[in-house]
C-alpha cells in the first residue's frame, strides 16, 4: 500500500463526503443482511446477488441514485472481501461502520489496460479475448505534487512523498481527523533481508516500548507533558459549556486535533522502527503477547464489582498508546517469514546467562539480579535476550514436592510475573470524547439491555 495525504478543494471535499456517506449506507446495508441471517435460512445474498439489488436499490432512490455506482458497488466488493477473509484477517465479521468514525471509499480505477500473464503472453478470457485490467488515472504535476481521478470531482491533488507514482488498480480514501489520504492498492515487495544479521529479540513494555536484546531501546513518541495538559484544558473547558453549544464542539475539536497528533506519530515510529527491523535483522523474535486478553477490564459486573478500576484503566490506555500490536503486525508484513513469536511467559524472570527462573531475581522494574548465578543486566534487556534465544522457559519444580508426592500451593508460586502497583498518569478521565474519535475505550463492558451504570 502507498498512502499519501490528499488536498482536495472544499467543493471536492463536500462531493468525497457524499461518496463516504453512499459507501457506508451500502456496507451497512451488507451488515445488516447478514446480521439476520440464522441457522434454518437462506444464507444471505452474496456479491452478485447484492449488486442485483443495488441496482433496484438505485432505481427507487434518488439520493442513491445521486451518488456514484463504482463507489457504490466497490463498497459490496469491499465487504465481500471482508467476509470471505473474517477467519483469516483477524478482524472477524464486518461490522457497521459509523459516520465520523469509518469515513472512506473505495475507486476503481477509470483507465482500461491490456492484461498479460506472468510470462509477458496476453491474458486470455474463456472467448480467447484478452482481458482488459482497470487502472487508476493518476498525473505528476511536479517533482512534489501530484493528481489523481476521482468519481464527481475532477482531478484532486496529493503530495507526492515517494520517488515514483504509484501504479494500481484501485484505490481506497478516508477522511480522519480532519485530513484525507489516498492509500493506493499495491502489495509492496519485502524488504530484502541483511547477509550478516543476528537474530534479535524484542521485549514489549510500557516503560520501554521496545528493548532489545543487543541493548538498543526504543521508545514510541508519547504527547508531551505540556500537550496533555492542553488536552485537559480542553477537556475541562468542554464540560463546562452548555450542553450541544458550538463551543462545546470547537473544545472537542480541539481535544480530537491534538490526540490524533498522539496517533500519528506512534504510527510514524512503528513505521520507521518496523522498517528498520526488517532491513538490518536476519530474524527477529517477538514475545506472544495476547494484548486483547492484557487490556481486559478490571471493572467487574455490578454484583461483583472490581478492584483498582480506573489504575487498570490507565494501565490499559498505556499499554494501547505504544502500539505494541501495529509494530508486530507491521515488521510480519514487511519481513514475512523472518519473524517468529516466543512464548511469552517467564521471559522476564528467567536468567539469560544460567537459565534459573525466580521472581526474586527481578528486583525492580528495571533492575535484574539472578538469585542463583549473579548476573545483572537491565530487566527489559534480559528479557529480550530470553526472548533473542526462544525461549521463556517452564517454572521450576517446587522444592517441596517430593519424589511421587504432589503438595499443595502454600503461598503464591515464587515463578509469577510482577504484577502492576502503581502505572503512569492517565491523562483523560473519562473516554466519551476519544470513543468519538474512534479510540477504542475498553473500560466498559458492554451490557446488552443498556443497564444502569454503576
Ligand atoms: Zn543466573
Known amino acids: 500500500m502507498s498512502r499519501f ?16 456517506a453512499h459507501a457506508r449506507y ?26 442485483r439489488q443495488l ?40 461490522t457497521w461502520r459509523r459516520k465520523h468514525v469509518h ?3 473505495r475507486v476503481i480505477g477509470t483507465d482500461r489496460v491490456p492484461e498479460f500473464e506472468a510470462d509477458g503472453s496476453p491474458k486470455l478470457n474463456a472467448r480467447g479475448r484478452q482481458v482488459m485490467g482497470r487502472l487508476v488515472v493518476v498525473q ?35 477522511f480522519h481527523n480532519q485530513q484525507w489520504h489516498i492509500a493506493f492498492a499495491v502489495i509492496p515487495e519485502p524488504l530484502p533481508a541483511p547477509d550478516t544479521g543476528e537474530v534479535v529479540g524484542i521485549d514489549r513494555g510500557v516503560k520501554i516500548t521496545a528493548a532489545l536484546s543487543d541493548g538498543r531501546k526504543l521508545n514510541c513518541p508519547q ?75 478490571a471493572k467487574g459486573t455490578i454484583e461483583q464489582p472490581g478492584r483498582n478500576v480506573r489504575q487498570k484503566a490507565g ?25 517468529e513469536d516466543v512464548p511469552a511467559p517467564y521471559t522476564s524472570l528467567r536468567c539469560s546467562a544460567c537459565g534459573w527462573i525466580e521472581k526474586d531475581s527481578r528486583k525492580s522494574q528495571a533492575e535484574f539480579i539472578c538469585v542463583s548465578c549473579g548476573f545483572t543486566c537491565n530487566a527489559d534487556e534480559n528479557a529480550a535476550v530470553n526472548v533473542a534465544a526462544g525461549q521463556g522457559g517452564i517454572p521450576r519444580p517446587r522444592r517441596a514436592a ?19 502497583v502503581r502505572v503512569e498518569i492517565p491523562f483523560l478521565k473519562e473516554g466519551r470524547m476519544s470513543k468519538a474519535l474512534g479510540f477504542a475505550e475498553y473500560d466498559h463492558p458492554v451490557r446488552a439491555h443498556g443497564g444502569a451504570r454503576p
Open 315 to 339: 494501565l490499559n490506555r498505556s499499554i494501547l498508546a505504544q502500539g505494541w500490536g501495529l509494530l508486530r503486525r507491521r515488521t510480519g508484513e514487511k519481513a514475512p517469514g523472518r519473524v
Open 55 to 94: 441496482t433496484e436499490a438505485r432505481r427507487d432512490n434518488d439520493w442513491l441514485r445521486a451518488g456514484n455506482a463504482d463507489v457504490q458497488q466497490q463498497a459490496l466488493q469491499d465487504f465481500a472481501r471482508a467476509r470471505n477473509a473474517r477467519f483469516t484477517s483477524g478482524f472477524g465479521e464486518p
Open 5 to 20: 495525504r490528499m488536498y482536495p478543494t472544499s467543493e471536492q471535499a463536500e462531493q468525497m463526503l457524499l461518496h463516504c
Open 140 to 174: 505528476r504535476l511536479n517533482r512534489r505534487w501530484a493528481r489523481v481521478k476521482m468519481p464527481g470531482c475532477g482531478w484532486v491533488r496529493f503530495r507526492l512523498t515517494r520517488a515514483e507514482l504509484p501504479v494500481a488498480k484501485t484505490f481506497r480514501v478516508t
Open 402 to 420: 517430593g519424589a511421587g508426592g504432589v503438595t499443595a500451593a502454600a503461598n503464591r508460586s515464587s515463578a509469577r510475573e510482577p504484577q502492576p
Open 103 to 105: 469515513e472512506g471509499f
Open 26 to 51: 451500502v456496507w451497512n446495508l451488507a451488515v445488516e443482511q447478514h446480521v439476520c441471517w440464522r441457522p434454518g435460512r437462506r444464507s444471505a445474498p452474496g456479491f452478485a446477488e447484492q449488486c
Open 223 to 297: 504527547l508531551t507533558t505540556r500537550e496533555r495538559a492542553q488536552i485537559r484544558k480542553h477537556q475541562r473547558r468542554a464540560a463546562r459549556a452548555p450542553k450541544g453549544s458550538a463551543r462545546k464542539q470547537a473544545e472537542y475539536a480541539k481535544m480530537a486535533r491534538l490526540k490524533g497528533r498522539e496517533a500519528d506519530r506512534r504510527k510514524d515510529w512503528c513505521e520507521k522502527t518496523s522498517t528498520m527491523l526488517a532491513r538490518t535483522c536476519r530474524l527477529i523474535r517477538f514475545e506472544k503477547l495476547n494484548i486483547r486478553n492484557m487490556i481486559a477490564s
